[in-house]
Nanobody, 124 residues
Framework: QVQLVESGGGLVQPGGSLRLSCEAS????????ITWFRQAPGKDREPVYC????????AYGDAGENRMSGTRDSVKNTMNLQMTPLKIEDTGRYYC?????????????????WGQGTQVTVSS
């Protein structure tokens, strides 16, 4: 049974940092592409950062390109997302998703497995 479990979310002030973790069981993170998505209230789910099966990375949007970075740990079977400096508009629920296709894709439809998400709230 495949499980993706996100952790590390919380309440942080603007300019602060968070490190999210996605722990996988039932699949190997280095045999899948893993993407972090986020969803703000009333908005569509959007991709933030991806690591492909081959280890290539794709950062999406201003947040992904300028303020977020992802790393993969094949031993711990996790993918982590470092976020700094956080802005109010980064508030939302963050999900990790895995695709057996192995490549990064911005559409949620391309992903086979999802976690339950972790809440990130940026507020002063």
């Amino acid at each position: 049974q495949v499980q993706l479990v996100e952790s590390g979310g919380g309440l942080v002030q603007p300019g602060g940092s968070l490190r999210l973790s996605c722990e996988a069981s039932g699949l190997a993170v280095d045999k899948h592409s893993i993407t972090w998505f986020r969803q703000a209230p009333g908005k569509d789910r959007e991709p933030v950062y991806c690591i492909s099966r081959g280890g290539g990375t794709v950062a999406y949007g201003d947040a992904g390109e300028n303020r977020m970075s992802g790393t993969r740990d094949s031993v711990k079977n996790t993918m982590n997302l470092q976020m700094t400096p956080l802005k109010i508009e980064d508030t939302g629920r963050y999900y990790c998703a895995a695709s057996a296709r192995g490549h990064c894709h911005p559409s949620p439809d391309q992903y086979d497995y999802w976690g339950q998400g972790t809440q990130v709230t940026v507020s002063s």
